[in-house]
C-alpha cells in the first residue's frame, strides 16, 4: 500500500540523511533540488515534500526561501491534473493520495503563516506573503481560497509591530488589496472579526492586548487604503482595481454548499455587484471599528478622517451625529474636529444642531494654545466662521475672544490670531467698528485703537467670562488689544498690528503659513538677521583703568 510504502522511504530517508547530513545552506538547497527533481519525476518520491517542508524552518532565510519555492513548484505541478477542483475519477490509492497532498498543502500553508506570524525581517514577511498567495491558487477550490485567505488575514491582524510601518499591512494593501475579490473579502472578515472581539465579556490580559493590536492595525489599513478618492466621488474604484485574485467561475462541490459557516465561506462575487458591496463592506467596517475602545490620539485621528472617508458614503449620516456628541463631551482638542464633524453634517446632511456656536466659542482658547494640530484646527475654525450670514454680534463676539488670548499667548501663537482676527474683519465688514468707531468716546468708554490719549482709562464691556457669545457684548467694546500688542516685544507682531491701521481692503492671510512657523526658525531668523549699525558717542579705551576712574594709588605690578 502506499502509506507503508511512504514510510519505509521515509526511514530509509531519514537514515541516509543522518549519515551524511548537509551542514552548510548551499548543501542544503543542492539538497532541496535534488528532492524537487525526484518528486516532479516520479510519485514514488512523493514523501519528499515532507522533507522539504521540514526545511522551511531552518534558520538560514536562503534555506527557507529554496525550499518554499521548490515546494510551491512541486504543489503546483501534482494538483495540476486536479484543476476543475473534482476528484470523482480518482479512487483508492488515488483518492488516498490526493488526501494526503492536502494534507501536506496545509502544512505547507501553516509553516509559511509560522513565519509570518514570528518573523521581524521585512524581506522575510513579504516573500511569505507573495508564495501563500500563489499557494492558494494551487487548488481549484473556493472555499478553500477563503477559509485559507481568512487565516492569513487573522494572522496579519492579531500580529503586533512595535514601528509605525507595518510591512505586512503595507504590502496587503498596495499590492494584493488592489484585487476586487481581496479587497471586499478582507474587509468583510475585518468587520467579522472586529466585532467578535469586541462582543466577548470577559476579556482577560491576553484579550485585551489582542484587541489592542488588532485596532491599531485596522487604524494603520485606514491610513494605507488609497480610498480616499473613492469615498469623495462614491465610485467603485474600476480605474485602480484589477480582476478578481481567485477563480470564481467554477463550480463549488456540493458538499461544501450544504455547510453552514458563516465566517468560512462567502458569496462569491457577481458581475455588477462589486461596487454595491465594496461601499456596504467598506462602511460596515468603519461602523464597527468606531464601536470599539480607541486610544485618545487614535480618537483624535479618527475624527479628522471620518468626515472625507466615511461621511459621503453613509446613505444616512446622522447616525454619527451620537458618535459627535460623545466626542464633544471629551473636550480640548477632540471636541473641536469633533464640532467638524457635526458641521459637515449641518452644512451637507441638513442637521440641525443650535448650540454649534456657542460649543465653539468656549472651545476656542483649545485652539489658540494647541500647538500640533493647530494649523488644522485654525482651519477649521475659518470654515466654521466663513459664512456672510453669520450675525455681525456672533462673528465679533469671536474676534473679541481671539484678541484677548493673544494677550496672553507665546508669540508664535498670536500670528495666526492676528491673522484670524483681520480674516474675520475683512468677511464681515460691519465688526470693523471694533477698530474705526466713528462716535466719540467718553472717559468710561473702552479705550480705542485710534484713541491717542496721554492718560489711558477706560472699561471694557466685553464678558470674556461669558459662555454665551451673544451675552458677551461684544459689539459694544473694541479692540484695544491690538494697541497692546503694539508694544510687543516681538518685532513681527509690533509689524504685524500696523496692517489694521488701514481700512482693511487687502487679501486676506494665509493661515497655514502663520501657523507653521515653529521656535526654531524663529531664532534662525534672528540670528540671520542683518541689522543696521547704531552710532553711539563712544570711544575705545586705550587701557583697563582711566584717569577719571580714580585709581591712581592703587599698584597692579605687585
Given amino acids: 500500500p502506499l502509506q507503508n510504502f511512504g514510510r519505509l522511504l521515509e526511514r530509509s530517508f531519514h537514515k541516509g540523511m543522518s549519515a551524511n547530513q548537509p551542514k552548510t545552506a548551499k548543501e542544503l538547497k543542492e539538497s532541496i533540488k535534488t528532492l524537487e527533481k525526484q518528486a516532479l519525476e516520479s510519485k514514488i518520491y512523493i514523501n519528499n515534500v515532507v522533507f522539504i517542508n521540514k526545511l522551511i524552518s531552518n534558520e538560514s532565510d536562503s534555506v527557507k526561501f529554496a525550499a518554499i519555492e521548490s515546494l510551491e513548484r512541486v504543489f503546483k505541478s501534482l494538483f495540476a491534473s486536479d484543476s476543475k477542483g473534482k ?64 487565516l492569513l488575514l487573522k494572522t496579519i491582524l492579531f500580529r503586533p509591530f512595535d514601528g509605525l510601518d507595518n510591512p505586512l499591512l503595507d504590502d496587503l494593501a498596495n499590492n494584493y488589496f488592489v484585487h476586487k475579490d481581496l479587497l471586499i ?30 485596532i491599531k492595525n485596522v487604524f494603520n489599513l485606514f491610513q494605507i487604503m488609497n480610498v480616499e478618492a473613492v469615498s469623495q466621488t462614491l465610485d467603485f474604484p474600476e480605474d485602480t482595481l ?11 462541490p456540493e458538499s461544501t454548499k450544504k455547510r453552514k459557516e458563516p465566517m468560512a465561506i462567502i458569496n462569491k462575487l457577481t458581475e455588477g455587484s462589486e461596487e ?24 483624535k485621528v479618527v475624527l479628522l478622517m471620518i468626515p472625507d472617508l466615511l461621511l459621503p458614503l453613509l446613505p444616512k449620516a446622522g447616525i454619527l451625529f451620537e458618535y459627535f456628541m460623545h466626542a464633544i463631551s471629551a473636550g480640548g482638542v477632540t471636541a473641536i474636529l469633533a464640532l467638524n464633524g457635526i458641521f459637515m453634517l449641518m452644512t451637507k446632511h441638513q442637521l440641525e444642531y443650535p448650540d454649534f456656536y456657542q460649543r465653539l466659542y468656549n472651545l476656542i482658547g483649545e485652539v489658540v494654545y ?100 451673544s451675552k458677551s457684548n461684544a459689539q459694544a467694546s473694541s479692540l484695544w488689544e491690538l494697541e497692546a500688542l503694539r508694544q510687543h516685544y516681538d518685532p513681527d507682531i509690533s ?7 488701514t481700512t482693511l481692503s487687502r487679501q ?43 585709581f591712581d594709588e592703587w599698584d597692579f605690578t605687585a
Fill in 87 to 150: 476528484r470523482s475519477n480518482s479512487t483508492g490509492n488515488l483518492q488516498k493520495l490526493y488526501d494526503w497532498l492536502d494534507e501536506q498543502l496545509l502544512s505547507f500553508l501553516k509553516n509559511i503563516l509560522r513565519l509570518i506570524k514570528n518573523s521581524d525581517e521585512e524581506e522575510t514577511l513579504v516573500f511569505c506573503l507573495k508564495h501563500y498567495f500563489s499557494a492558494l491558487k494551487i487548488k481549484t477550490d473556493f472555499n478553500f481560497h477563503i477559509e485559507k485567505y481568512h
Fill in 370 to 469: 494647541k500647538n500640533k494640530l493647530r494649523g488644522k484646527l485654525y482651519h477649521y475654525l475659518s470654515i466654521f466662521l466663513s459664512s456672510s450670514y453669520l450675525p455681525s454680534y456672533l462673528v465679533a463676539a469671536f474676534v473679541k475672544r481671539l484678541a484677548r488670548l493673544s494677550l496672553t499667548l507665546p508669540s508664535l501663537g498670536i500670528l495666526p490670531a492676528l491673522g484670524l482676527i483681520f480674516n474675520l474683519l475683512e468677511k464681515h465688514p460691519v465688526c470693523r467698528e471694533l477698530i474705526h468707531r466713528t462716535k466719540k468716546l467718553t472717559s468710561n468708554d473702552v479705550l480705542m485703537l485710534t484713541e491717542k490719549s496721554d492718560v489711558l482709562k477706560g472699561s471694557d464691556p466685553y464678558l470674556f467670562e461669558e459662555e454665551d457669545p
Fill in 242 to 252: 484589477t480582476e478578481p485574485f481567485f477563480n470564481h467561475s467554477y463550480e463549488e
Fill in 185 to 214: 473579502f478582507g474587509l468583510e472578515y475585518f468587520t467579522v472579526l472586529l466585532g467578535k472581539v469586541q462582543n466577548i465579556t470577559k476579556k482577560t490580559e491576553e484579550i485585551q492586548q489582542k484587541q489592542g493590536t488588532m
Fill in 276 to 299: 454595491k458591496r465594496y461601499q456596504k463592506a467598506y462602511v460596515d467596517l468603519w461602523l464597527t471599528f468606531l464601536r470599539v475602545p480607541l486610544a485618545p490620539k487614535m480618537y
Fill in 495 to 501: 509689524n504685524f498690528i500696523k496692517v489694521f491701521d
Fill in 508 to 550: 486676506q492671510f494665509d493661515l497655514d503659513e502663520l501657523t507653521s512657523l515653529n521656535f526654531q526658525q524663529q531664532i534662525d531668523k534672528r540670528l540671520n538677521s542683518k541689522f543696521k549699525v547704531a552710532h553711539l558717542a563712544f570711544q575705545p579705551p586705550t587701557k583697563l583703568f582711566q584717569p577719571k576712574d580714580k
